[in-house]
C-alpha cells in the first residue's frame, strides 16, 4: 500500500511541557502512598514499577486497578494540553495516526469532545480495534486513552496480555460478540503471508480491521516515541514486519525512526539503535541541544520535509 501512518509517541506533549511518564509515575506513588516502601526507582523496568505500585498498593490499600488508571488518566487530562505541534502534525498527508498516549490532544485541535468513536469492535481491556475519527481522519490510541481508563497499557501483565491477543488475531482469529451476533475477525495479514497475489486484493479493498494492519502494510514514521524495551507490543511488530518481507519476498511498508537527542548518545541509546536497524528501521538522528524541550526546530523540519502524496 501507498499509503503513509504516523506513530507519535509522548515526545510532543514535551515539547510544551516537561511532565513525563517518570513524572506521572512520581504522583502515582505519593497519591497511592507506597512512597516509604518503593525503592531504587530508577533502577526498575517501567512496566514492572507499574506491577509493584499496583501490588503493593492492593496490599496495603486494597485498591482495585481500575481506580489505579482513572487516577492515571486524570493525570493525563490534567497534566498535558495541546500545543502548535500537534496542530501543525494533523496537516500531515498521512493515512492515519497512532499514539502511544493516553490523552486527546490531537482531538482537542478539532473538538474538545476528544472526536467520535469509530471502534471496529467494543474492547474493554485491550487497543486493538480501539480509534477516534477526528475530522474525517483515524486516531488509534493503541495503548489505551484516558476515557477508558481500564484500557490504559501500562503493567507487564497487560503488555504479555495484548501481546497474546495481537500474535491471535494476525495468525489466528478474534471471536467478538456484537448486537449479540458472534463474529470473528481475521486480520488480512493472514492471506498475504500465505498467497502473496492476494495482498493486491487486499491493497484494493483496504480492509482495515486494527491498528496492527496499517503498522504492517504502511510506511511508518516514528516520531517521539523513546520505544522502551518494555513497549514489547512494538517491537515485537517490527521484528514480524521485517521477517515477513525476508520470508515471503513482498516488499511491506518501510519504518522510519526519528531520534532526536540532546547533544550525544550514549551506548545504550546507540544499541537499541543498531538493533533497530536489523530489525529494517530506518534511522534518521538529529541533535536537538540540551534539552528534548528544545526539539521543536527539529520537529519543524521533519514536517517541512513530510513527503505529500502518495
Given at each position: 500500500?501507498?499509503?503513509?501512518?504516523?506513530?507519535?509517541?509522548?515526545?510532543?506533549?514535551?515539547?510544551?511541557?516537561?511532565?513525563?511518564?517518570?513524572?506521572?509515575?512520581?504522583?502515582?506513588?505519593?497519591?497511592?502512598?507506597?512512597?516509604?516502601?518503593?525503592?531504587?526507582?530508577?533502577?526498575?523496568?517501567?512496566?514492572?514499577?507499574?506491577?509493584?505500585?499496583?501490588?503493593?498498593t492492593l496490599k496495603h490499600l486494597r485498591s482495585k486497578?481500575?481506580?489505579?488508571?482513572?487516577?492515571?488518566?486524570?493525570?493525563?487530562?490534567?497534566?498535558?494540553?495541546?500545543?502548535?505541534?500537534?496542530?501543525?502534525?494533523?496537516?500531515?498527508?498521512?493515512?492515519?495516526?497512532?499514539?502511544?498516549?493516553?490523552?486527546?490532544?490531537?482531538?482537542?485541535?478539532?473538538?474538545?469532545?476528544?472526536?467520535?468513536?469509530?471502534?471496529?469492535?467494543?474492547?474493554?481491556?485491550?487497543?486493538?480495534?480501539?480509534?477516534?475519527?477526528?475530522?474525517?481522519?483515524?486516531?488509534?490510541?493503541?495503548?489505551?486513552?484516558?476515557?477508558?481508563?481500564?484500557?490504559?497499557?501500562?503493567?507487564?501483565?497487560?503488555?504479555?496480555?495484548?501481546?497474546?491477543?495481537?500474535?491471535?488475531?494476525?495468525?489466528?482469529?478474534?471471536?467478538?460478540?456484537?448486537?449479540?451476533?458472534?463474529?470473528?475477525?481475521?486480520?488480512?495479514?493472514?492471506?498475504?503471508?500465505?498467497?502473496?497475489?492476494?495482498?493486491?486484493?487486499?491493497?484494493?479493498?483496504?480492509?482495515?480491521?486494527?491498528?496492527?494492519?496499517?503498522?504492517?502494510?504502511?510506511?511508518?514514521?516514528?516520531?517521539?516515541?523513546?520505544?522502551?524495551?518494555?513497549?514489547?507490543?512494538?517491537?515485537?511488530?517490527?521484528?514480524?514486519?521485517?521477517?515477513?518481507?525476508?520470508?515471503?519476498?513482498?516488499?511491506?511498508?518501510?519504518?522510519?525512526?526519528?531520534?532526536?537527542?540532546?547533544?550525544?548518545?550514549?551506548?545504550?541509546?546507540?544499541?537499541?539503535?543498531?538493533?533497530?536497524?536489523?530489525?529494517?528501521?530506518?534511522?534518521?538522528?538529529?541533535?536537538?541541544?540540551?534539552?528534548?524541550?528544545?526539539?521543536?526546530?527539529?520537529?519543524?523540519?521533519?514536517?517541512?520535509?513530510f513527503p505529500k502524496g502518495g
Amino acid at each position: 500500500m501507498d499509503a503513509k501512518v504516523l506513530l507519535l509517541g509522548n515526545g510532543i506533549n514535551r515539547l510544551s511541557n516537561e511532565y513525563s511518564w517518570s513524572d506521572l509515575l512520581d504522583e502515582l506513588i505519593k497519591e497511592t502512598k507506597t512512597s516509604e516502601v518503593i525503592t531504587y526507582k530508577e533502577e526498575k523496568p517501567f512496566t514492572l514499577l507499574y506491577e509493584e505500585i499496583y501490588l503493593r498498593t492492593l496490599k496495603h490499600l486494597r485498591s482495585k486497578e481500575l481506580r489505579l488508571k482513572k487516577e492515571i488518566a486524570n493525570l493525563v487530562l490534567n497534566k498535558f494540553t495541546p500545543n502548535e505541534f500537534h496542530t501543525k502534525i494533523l496537516d500531515l498527508d498521512v493515512e492515519a495516526i497512532l499514539t502511544t498516549n493516553y490523552d486527546y490532544n490531537l482531538e482537542r485541535i478539532f473538538d474538545d469532545d476528544h472526536g467520535r468513536s469509530a471502534n471496529v469492535l467494543t474492547e474493554r481491556k485491550y487497543n486493538l480495534f480501539r480509534r477516534r475519527n477526528v475530522n474525517g481522519r483515524y486516531i488509534w490510541h493503541i495503548h489505551g486513552e484516558a476515557d477508558a481508563p481500564n484500557s490504559i497499557t501500562l503493567g507487564h501483565e497487560h503488555y504479555v496480555g495484548y501481546l497474546q491477543k495481537m500474535g491471535n488475531y494476525l495468525k489466528d482469529k478474534i471471536t467478538s460478540k456484537r448486537k449479540g451476533e458472534q463474529k470473528e475477525i481475521r486480520s488480512p495479514i493472514q492471506m498475504a503471508i500465505h498467497r502473496q497475489e492476494e495482498i493486491r486484493a487486499f491493497d484494493k479493498a483496504k480492509t482495515i480491521y486494527s491498528w496492527v494492519d496499517l503498522f504492517l502494510m504502511n510506511d511508518v514514521y516514528i516520531l517521539g516515541l523513546a520505544l522502551d524495551y518494555t513497549e514489547i507490543d512494538l517491537w515485537w511488530l517490527m521484528i514480524f514486519k521485517e521477517r515477513l518481507k525476508r520470508e515471503t519476498g513482498f516488499q511491506y511498508g518501510d519504518t522510519m525512526y526519528y531520534k532526536f537527542y540532546p547533544h550525544t548518545l550514549d551506548k545504550k541509546e546507540e544499541a537499541k539503535l543498531s538493533i533497530m536497524e536489523s530489525f529494517g528501521v530506518n534511522i534518521i538522528k538529529k541533535d536537538v541541544g540540551k534539552n528534548y524541550e528544545n526539539a521543536g526546530d527539529a520537529y519543524d523540519v521533519f514536517i517541512n520535509k513530510f513527503p505529500k502524496g502518495g
